[in-house]
């Protein structure tokens, strides 16, 4: 069983950026392919981005694509999002995930519990 622990949420002006982190434990992380979605008030869960094992492949949402970049340290255990250029439509909840194998395609296994982003006009 894989627990994931999302941070790096919070209160942001348009063209800010934030980091988020998803802290991974209880598996084997590297086996994992890692992914981040989001859910807007009143909306679908969005997938966002995601990223293979070995870091070697990545998908991005045309919504966030050339402002935002997943990463991964297999080290450390933990998948980060990294948000530059900011708009108020990127708010909402944040969720990292986890699924056995090696892409990156839904649906996944585990989820984190989310991290609120906010982004002022």
């Known amino acids: 069983q894989v627990q994931l622990v999302e941070s790096g949420g919070g209160l942001v002006q348009a063209g800010g950026s934030l980091r988020l982190s998803c802290a991974a434990s209880g598996g084997t992380f590297s086996s994992y392919a890692m992914g981040w979605f989001r859910q807007a008030a009143g909306k679908e869960r969005e997938f966002v981005a995601g990223i293979m094992w070995s870091g070697g492949s990545t998908y991005y949402a045309d919504s966030v694509k050339g402002r935002f970049t997943i990463s991964r340290d297999n080290a450390k255990n933990t998948v980060y999002l990294q948000m530059n250029s900011l708009k108020p439509e990127d708010t909402a909840v944040y969720y990292c995930?986890?699924?056995?194998?090696?892409?990156?395609?839904?649906?996944?296994?585990?989820w984190g519990q989310g991290t609120q982003v906010t982004v002022s006009s």
């Open positions: 995930a986890a699924k056995a194998g090696t892409y990156y395609f839904p649906p996944y296994d585990y």
